[in-house]
């Protein structure tokens, strides 16, 4: 019952906020023709709307309209079937047969799980205080809803690519339905001025014209293709057609080449004045899950009132699939896309946990309703977060989809699924979630309650083995990030939140110098290889470039990050440093040290030292603050494959 308790807080929020900051949302605008018809407005999440202090008295409702698409199973449960479990780099596509099934595995035989006991009823809003007679309605702003604290991590697995492989890798006797996603190529639509594209089609061909793989783009322009899981092995080179409205354009990838293909069209993006956003809640309504429900509720309200209040006023719907098992008394309950957050909110007061018996749920029904029986719009940014604490049943044979197909078919059509572990999943639970948010270009977010590092889950704990590169914040902040990291694709000013992870020394006296740049140095290496866009194979061969510095006077310093990062290299098993004196060999072809920050420049020296990649640092100081600025990049096509900053305050200049 604990595992569940951390997913109640996320559907009250959503909803309430609905509630108080409800007004009439047209229909979503046509999309216009040319390169991009959809999205559009000030997209930019640093502009986020004042939490007003007055809340609006809340209008008499109508009743509950009726919930449809409701999937019952009055049969009992199927037994597991045999078989062995399958590996992570099955290269096999025949043997990925939606039938076939996974054994009954330790983690089907956990404790059964009891219903929670319903919770009192809670109001959805209430009228706003003070002595002072009330201003009349109309010019009174709502108040934004406060969520409960449930404090989530977050962690992306296509940012963090190389280390995902790693983690599959590793927990290969996990993974149900595999994809081998050990090749990746990353396409991306833009327009005559470099704006990220939405909804274009993407078709990726062989050269002998047959059909490979075909997806269309999400809001940041960007889907992604697997070679080693869709394409035959001979095939290298790839033709790349691209679709944005009434415009068509051409390019190619190449199997070996670089991991980002770029397809720019000739048009300006276009975007109707509200962009259309589809927000669904998948979510698990078995017995444990009761108090992680009703913290849901207030979470789903506070994240409806920040998205409705942003600059940009995006056009929300949400839908809902509430899912439990197989002999409860419904599988699936659906409640199509809407905008009249009053409505919805009543439907999720609704909800109450009951059911479940076993620790696996029927999580793949939910998603197969999730994308047939939700109607999603082509012109909108599509998102769903699926939340529960238990994995999949995998061993139901007769499954629509399983859950392979449905991240698949996700991809095809640009919905994101973000996967919520809350308290309670196990590590099985967690390589599923991460298989697909990953497959999807979404995040994992777990529930977390203690400090940074690994966790194999349980009370008030997600499982989630992704070191310490993530934050903390509470759900509905979490949840709202994503969305609008989304939104600003779409803006003038794209927003991504998570492209470096900083490290900084902390204290006022500073310590020797070795106890800040060694692990600083250390950490920064690691989030090279991790970050890494591309797969590295052990002990890749690396050139560490001499560390440039923006002033004369801290060479000396530059020269020490070179010899740690150096040692950091050698002491990693993912690179074999290559011993060659880069800084001769530059002189050789008369180049100074700041030209070696160049990739143009660089990437010449890569080559003739034998190295695979390299690593290129430069070390900045703004008033008296050092950081330290490196770039993994992959010599044979130049192109950064992973970045990473880490500030290292007065403390890193001094000290011996």
Not at 288 to 294: A, L, N, P, T
Request: glycine residues 8%; charged residues 25%; aromatic residues 6%.
């Amino acid at each position: 019952m604990l595992r569940r308790a951390a997913l109640s807080l996320l559907v009250p929020v959503l909803v309430a906020g609905c509630s108080a900051a409800s007004r009439g949302t047209p229909a979503s605008t046509a999309p216009t023709a040319g390169a991009d018809a959809r999205g559009g407005g000030d997209r930019s999440p640093s502009k986020e709307a004042a939490a007003p202090s007055v809340s609006v008295p809340k209008p008499a409702e109508a009743p509950p309209p009726p919930v449809t698409a409701v999937r019952d199973d009055a049969s009992p449960r199927a037994s597991a079937a045999g078989g062995s479990a399958k590996s992570v780099g099955d290269a096999d596509r025949a043997a990925e047969v939606a039938s076939s099934a996974p054994p009954p595995s330790e983690r089907y035989k956990r404790e059964a799980k009891a219903p929670a006991a319903a919770p009192a009823a809670e109001p959805v809003g209430r009228p706003g205080a003070g002595s002072a007679a009330p201003a009349p309605v109309a010019s009174v702003a709502p108040r934004m809803p406060e969520a409960p604290a449930m404090k989530a991590g977050r962690h992306d697995d296509n940012k963090e690519y190389n280390r995902f492989i790693a983690f599959l890798g590793e927990n290969r006797s996990l993974v149900a339905f595999p994809v081998d996603v050990s090749e990746r190529l990353v396409l991306r639509a833009l327009d005559r001025d470099g704006k990220s594209l939405p909804n274009c089609a993407m078709l990726v061909d062989g050269l002998d014209g047959k059909r490979i793989f075909e997806s269309v783009t999400y809001a940041d322009g960007r889907t992604q293709f697997f070679p080693a899981a869709d394409a035959r092995p001979t095939d290298k080179d790839f033709a790349v057609t691209a679709r944005c409205g009434a415009e068509t354009r051409r390019g190619q990838a190449q199997r070996l080449g670089r991991r980002e293909v770029e397809v720019r069209f000739t048009s300006a993006r276009a975007l109707p004045p509200r962009t259309p956003v589809d927000v669904a809640i998948v979510i698990d309504t078995t017995g444990s899950m009761q108090s992680q429900i009703d913290r849901l509720k207030k979470t789903l309200r506070a994240i409806h009132f920040q998205l409705t209040e942003l600059p940009s006023k995006p056009d929300v719907r949400f839908g809902l699939v509430a899912y439990r098992d197989r002999g409860d008394d419904y599988v699936t309950r659906v409640t199509p896309f809407t905008s009249d957050v009053g409505s919805f909110q009543r439907v999720l007061d609704g909800l109450q946990a009951d059911g479940g018996g076993d620790t696996p749920e029927d999580m793949q029904a939910a998603l197969e309703q999730g994308l047939t029986a939700l109607t999603w719009r082509p012109d909108a940014v599509r998102i769903g977060f699926v939340i529960s604490d238990a994995i999949p049943h995998t061993d139901y044979a007769d499954e629509k989809v399983n859950y392979r197909e449905a991240m698949r078919q996700s991809l095809r059509r640009g919905i994101k699924w973000v996967m919520v572990g809350a308290g309670g999943l196990g590590r099985d639970g967690e390589v599923i979630y991460r298989q697909i948010a990953q497959h999807t270009m979404a995040e994992y977010v777990f529930i977390t309650d203690s400090g940074p590092g690994d966790h194999d889950g349980g009370a008030g704990e997600a499982s989630h083995h992704v070191g310490t590169n993530y934050k903390t914040e509470n759900l509905d902040q979490a949840i709202v990030r994503i969305v609008r990291r989304e939104l600003s694709y779409l803006g003038d000013s794209p927003k991504d939140f998570d492209d470096t992870i900083v490290v900084r020394a902390e204290g006022t006296t500073p310590p020797p110098r070795d106890e800040v740049l060694g692990p600083a140095v250390e950490e920064v290496l690691r989030q090279l290889a991790d970050y890494s866009s591309l797969r590295l194979a052990d002990h890749t061969p690396i050139a560490v470039v001499p560390v440039g510095a923006s002033e004369a006077r801290h060479k000396e310093v530059a020269g020490y990050l070179t010899e740690r990062i150096t040692l950091a290299a050698s002491r990693s098993p993912s690179f074999r440093v290559v011993e060659r004196d880069l800084v001769a060999l530059a002189q050789e072809q008369k180049l100074q040290l700041s030209d070696l920050f160049d990739v143009t420049e660089t990437v010449p020296i890569g080559k003739l030292v034998g190295a695979e990649v390299l690593v290129v640092a430069r070390l900045t100081v703004v008033g008296g603050e050092a950081a330290l600025f490196a770039k993994l990049i992959r010599v044979e096509t130049g192109e950064v494959l992973s970045v990473s900053r880490v500030d290292l305050g007065k403390s890193g200049l001094g000290g011996t």
